[in-house]
């Protein structure tokens, strides 16, 4: 079992940049791959960034550009660096993890594929 837990978010204006962070307990095996995902209210909860085991990256094309996802050494905290952010890229954000990695690009960013899954951390980004 793993434990995910998101911090960072927050409100900013329109330009501005945030961090989120995301610290993993537990099995590490069962992170070999980790990607972050958001939702807006209405929506269906969509990739936005995700990273394997060989540090191959995948982005949304409406991030790409603008948020940077990495992981520390010890491979036990995720990040988004989020910067020139947009109304439209408010959302709650969750960090997803799981042990099998898939090999295809857009196939990292289906939620489908992650079985572990945190609380969320809200990101509001005013006009």
């Known amino acids: 079992q793993v434990q995910l837990v998101e911090s960072g978010g927050g409100s900013v204006q329109a330009g501005g940049s945030l961090r989120l962070s995301c610290a993993a307990y537990?099995?590490?095996?069962?992170?070999?791959?980790m990607g972050w995902f958001r939702q807006a209210p209405g929506k269906e909860r969509e990739g936005v960034a995700a990273l394997d085991s060989d540090s191959r990256t995948s982005y949304a094309d409406s991030v790409k550009g603008r948020f940077t996802i990495s992981q520390d050494n010890a491979k036990s905290i995720l990040y988004l660096q989020m910067n020139s952010l947009k109304p439209e890229d408010t959302a709650m954000y969750y960090c997803a993890a799981d042990a099998i990695c898939s090999s295809g690009y857009w196939a990292r960013l289906r939620k489908d594929e992650y079985r572990y899954w945190g609380q969320g951390t809200q990101v509001t980004v005013s006009a």
């Open positions: 537990g099995y590490t095996y069962s992170t070999n791959c």
